[in-house]
């Protein structure tokens, strides 16, 4: 079963404008955490933001901020005022502590949203 | 500063011939990754390495392969390159493996295999 979900392969965007990314996730884990990276072309992943299951707010970073509706398996990114250097691939990941099992440590991506800013 | 660093960034080989994907970080974290990306695909999890315990993913062709000397440096090694194997390799470094440790990335490898 997949365990992360990102159901848009392609979102465009104004500049200035909000843009919501979407991820859902799988998880029988009670502590996990869900981490957002932007890919740009040259192929680096960069750090976004970060949110744990635990935690009771909502992550923000500058810009960026998460919606994280733990019952419904959500986490999704919000990218506020649209800028063209935005314009990159995005993932969401998942990392469960897995207790010693097969999943402990890992960091599992979803298949990605390509985000693009219009001038 | 560059804090995991990889080289090159971007290899040709031949098929079949054997190739070696370097790894170094400064960060002096306990845990190094090694992932294969398709374009237009999620990075996806070849094995890892928690101080110098080795796990391997159970779908990771015997034809990959690692190597890690010492806390600084990981190698992913490939024996011999299929043209299915070209990808981008990225190599990502941890403090501990828990829910809440980001993971530091690399520029990647861009591999071509022609």
């Known amino acids: 079963a997949q365990k992360i979900t990102q159901t848009q392969p392609g979102m465009f965007v104004q500049e200035k404008e909000a843009v919501t990314l979407d991820c859902t996730y799988d998880?029988?884990?009670?502590?996990?955490?869900l981490f957002w990276y932007k890919q740009p072309s040259s192929g680096e992943m960069i750090f976004l933001i970060y949110?744990?299951?635990?935690?009771?707010q909502n992550a923000t970073e500058g810009r960026y901020s998460l919606n994280f509706q733990k019952a419904r398996k959500s986490a999704n990114l919000v990218i506020s005022a649209s800028q063209l250097g935005d314009s990159a691939m995005y993932f969401c990941?998942?990392?469960?502590?897995?207790?010693?099992?097969?999943?402990?440590?890992?960091?599992?991506f979803g298949q990605g949203t390509i985000l693009t800013v219009h001038p | 500063d560059a804090m995991v660093i990889q080289n090159p960034r971007y290899q040709v080989t031949q098929f079949g011939k054997p190739v070696t994907l370097s790894c170094s970080q400064t960060?002096?974290?306990?845990?190094m990754y090694w992932y294969q990306q398709k374009s237009s695909q999620a990075p996806k999890l070849l094995f890892h390495y928690y101080d110098k315990d080795f796990n391997n993913e159970a779908d990771t062709p015997d034809n990959f392969q690692s190597r890690r000397p010492n806390t600084s440096f990981c190698f992913l090694d490939i024996r011999s390159p299929g043209l299915g194997d070209a990808a981008m390799y990225l190599c990502a470094t941890s403090r501990g493996a828990g829910e809440n440790t980001e993971a530091f990335f690399g520029q990647g490898t861009r591999l071509t295999v022609v």
């Open positions: 998880t029988s884990d009670p502590s996990y955490g």
């Open positions: 990941a998942m990392r469960e502590t897995g207790a010693g099992g097969t999943s402990y440590g890992k960091l599992t």
């Open positions: 960060l002096n974290h306990n845990v």
């Open positions: 949110q744990g299951s635990y935690d009771q």
